[in-house]
């Protein structure tokens, strides 16, 4: 395990970025029920709107440019924020193994302790194409 990431949760630092409080916001709000009401009503505002705009391609354009936009966005924001949650599930993971490595060893389980201490941190050592 690489120095610069914290060994414990406890050596976390509890700082937050702007960037994270931001993607952790956007994440709350896009995650509730109003937010696919927002959408909603969006779709029913521009399905009439042809008779107005008399042009179809216009009319397309001007809903797929939105949706696009906040899809883009969307998806960079909620990455960020899935990436950390995983990051600290992953954390809270190798601290539990850590301590019943700990326990086992104390019990006189040394092997089956060696053996969960190397297996803590697998994720970094596998790779998603199986090499």
């Known amino acids: 395990m690489p120095a610069s990431k914290p060994a414990m949760p406890s050596d976390v630092d509890s700082t937050v970025g702007w960037f994270d409080r931001f993607a952790d916001v ?8 109003w937010f696919f009401a927002f959408c909603l009503l969006l779709v029913v505002v521009w399905a009439p709107s042809i008779s107005v705009l008399h042009s179809v391609s216009i009319w397309q354009l001007i809903i797929n440019t939105v949706t696009t936009i ?29 301590s019943l490595a700990d326990l086992m060893q104390a019990q006189g389980l040394d092997k089956d302790a060696a053996e969960l201490r190397s297996a803590v941190g697998l994720e970094d050592r596998e790779s998603s194409d199986g090499k």
């Open 26 to 33: 956007a994440s709350r709000i896009v995650s509730r029920a």
């Open 70 to 98: 906040i899809t883009f966005l969307l998806v960079a924001l909620l990455q960020n924020t899935q990436e950390r949650s995983n990051n600290a599930v992953q954390g809270k993971l190798n601290a539990i193994a850590d």
